[in-house]
């Protein structure tokens, strides 16, 4: 693990919220802190697959360091920034982020000229196509067209299309709007789908359905999910029409979709395991049941969590499942779901979970009652991986109510150097958020120590 990732990370919280609140001269000195401890991160390494591993997470942070001073309208220093990331998916990924940050403030032609400078196609392609999007929802009519005009890629282009068509709608210019979503419905009619890949091309795939499924071309979001060749994309891609499906009432499709990504996900190898974590199947399956959590569709949820072979998800699962269901006050059924999660930690933040979800709806009583129960769940987690879990979560909701010096105690006390180090990272942000700068500061600087104690 490498501390001075997390320690970064603290500082740019901390400069990003002095520099809001005024005190740009302090925020200066923490962003110079935040570039140096950044700059070091890959100078500690030992050999070289740890230097390719903390390259990664340098990368990540110049990512991070680079947003912010982009937020903060510190554009020459974001741009500088940029130049730093060695990796290209981070630049790639970061150089669009730079592009968003120009056009929310209406900074036009530096976010078109930060977006042509981008090497990758398909980066490229979603840069242009949340620009045109941009403009349109400025009333930037005719750079808006001129940009989804321009963009090559059939799928990106039927996205900035209907984008502009429904600003203009909203506008009130039905013609126009009309006239888009025509230019729109064409650019679908030729969309490539061997151009899908996993991360972008989801990620597009995405806003196509999203885009297909308000135009009421619900055949057609359907046809393209199930015509792509891997088996998870298919599974993923059928699970985003489910949804905006189950969003929109049409629930008889919505379950026959449902049915299919499962059948598909089923079908799945654990091709292999890293660290004894699945790789495919499992995952894939985690993903289905957070889909179908979301769409509150709660028994289908809990019989693919039961499914779930690695412990790790199907605790997560259980739990993502016990929360939602306590949030829609269904608290025996939540409380009977927290029951089968096998993992003690997570049974214990579990029911934490459902304690709050209570107290907000007003059940304080039993919301104190569930204290004994919670207390006895969390004597099973002596062991000291759970032991650290349960410590961490306890320094994060110490912190939640401003008990800071408790917090700090049981931060320290955590075993697991990496949660000890986050759960001190946590603190220093909500110190930060409760303009308790030079505590924050004193947090932050005192987390490469924490790495150093015994585990």
Known sequence: MNIYKFQAEAFITLATALDQAGHHRQAQSIWQEAERVTASINHTAHDQAQALYW???????????AKAFAKAHHWQEAERVLSSIAEWYWRERTSRSLAKAFAKAHLWQEAERITTSIPDDS???????????DLAKAHQ??????IAVSITDASHQTIAFHHI?????????????????????????SINLTSFSRGVGLEVFHDLVTALTQAHQWNKAERIASSLDHGSYRAEALQMVAIAATKAGRHSQAQSL????????????????????????????YHLATDLIQAR????????????????YQAMAFHNLATNLAQAHQWQEAKRVVSRISDASRRVEALRSIA?????????????????????????????????QALYSEARNLAKVHLWQEAERVASSIFDSVLRTLALQDLAKALT???????????????PSAENQTD
């Not at 980066?123 to 999007?133: E, G, I, N, Q, T």
């Not at 009519?141 to 001129?146: I, N, P």
């Not at 292999?272 to 790789?279: A, H, L, P």
């Open 297 to 312: 569709q709660w028994q289908e949820a809990e019989r693919i969590a039961a499914s779930i072979e690695y412990d790790a």
């Open 123 to 133: 980066y490229r392609m979603v840069a242009f196509r949340s620009l045109a999007r």
């Open 165 to 189: 068509a429904q600003c203009l709608a909203k506008a009130g210019d039905q013609v126009q709007a009309q006239n888009m979503q025509q230019a729109a419905d064409k650019a679908s009619a």
């Open 258 to 285: 449902w049915r299919e990504a499962e059948k598909i996900t089923l079908s799945l190898e654990n091709t292999f395991r890293i660290y004894g974590v699945s790789s495919l199947r499992d995952s894939s399956l």
């Open 356 to 388: 709050r979800a209570e107290t907000q709806a007003g059940r304080r009583v039993l919301a104190q009652s569930m204290a004994q129960e919670i207390k006895e769940a969390a004597t099973f987690t002596n062991d000291l991986p759970s032991r650290s």
């Open 141 to 146: 009519w005719q750079d808006a067209e001129r």
């Open 55 to 65: 390259r990664h997470d340098q990368a990540l942070a110049w990512r991070h360091l």
């Open 433 to 447: 958020h409760a303009y308790q700068w030079q505590e924050a500061e004193r947090i932050i600087r005192q987390m």
